[in-house]
């Protein structure tokens, strides 16, 4: 494991880009870091089977993905846009995740600001996502740039454990 200098010595020089299938490596490792902060693991073979094939479960139906990578390429945080109906103009934002050094630096704010816009862009004019109850200071993060949670909570097992999320949404 790195040490908390060696991770902020990584993530100082960032350049946010498209994912590549030779980044899954590091979102994969990036994601289950997340995730164990919160006693989980990450579960490819069921809720995040979707990070094994990037380009045909985002790019494929017409989203996108990205990393926020050091210059050394290291994934340093990840964001995602998918479709979920284009002729409403409906999408969802996905897979928000990045090391806790780069958390309240401002590049939450900017993966967020790149997802509004390149959804604009793409003619979605909604995004609704569901986000994990744990995620308390994201939760506080997304209604902070508009996002609304109206109540709704939906309860899953399709993780290395069952879980709960929450519903946002905001008009783009």
């Given at each position: 494991m790195m040490s908390n200098e060696s991770l902020s010595n990584a993530c100082r020089d960032h350049l946010l880009r498209p994912a590549t299938t030779a980044d899954v490596p590091g979102i994969v490792a990036l994601i289950d870091g997340v995730?164990?902060?919160?006693?989980?693991?990450?579960?490819?073979?069921?809720?995040?089977?979707?990070?094994?094939?990037?380009?045909d479960y985002y790019r494929a139906p017409g989203g996108e993905f990205v990393v926020l990578a050091d210059s050394a390429g290291r994934v340093c945080a990840a964001h995602a846009v998918h479709p979920i109906?284009?002729?409403?103009g409906l999408c969802t934002f996905r897979r928000l995740y990045m090391l806790p050094e780069l958390r309240g630096t401002g590049w939450g704010t900017r993966l967020m600001e790149w997802a509004i816009e390149w959804a604009r862009a793409a003619g979605f004019r909604r995004v609704e996502f569901w986000s994990d109850t744990r995620f308390t200071r994201a939760h506080r993060f997304?209604?902070?740039?508009?996002?609304?949670?109206?109540?709704?909570?939906?309860?899953?097992?399709?993780?290395?454990?069952?879980?709960?999320?929450y519903f946002f949404a905001r008009e783009l």
């Open positions: 995730y164990h902060e919160y006693g989980d693991v990450i579960f490819l073979e069921g809720a995040d089977a979707d990070l094994l094939k990037i380009d109906d284009k002729l409403q997304f209604r902070r740039l508009g996002f609304a949670h109206d109540g709704r909570v939906r309860h899953l097992g399709d993780g290395s454990m069952p879980y709960s999320e």
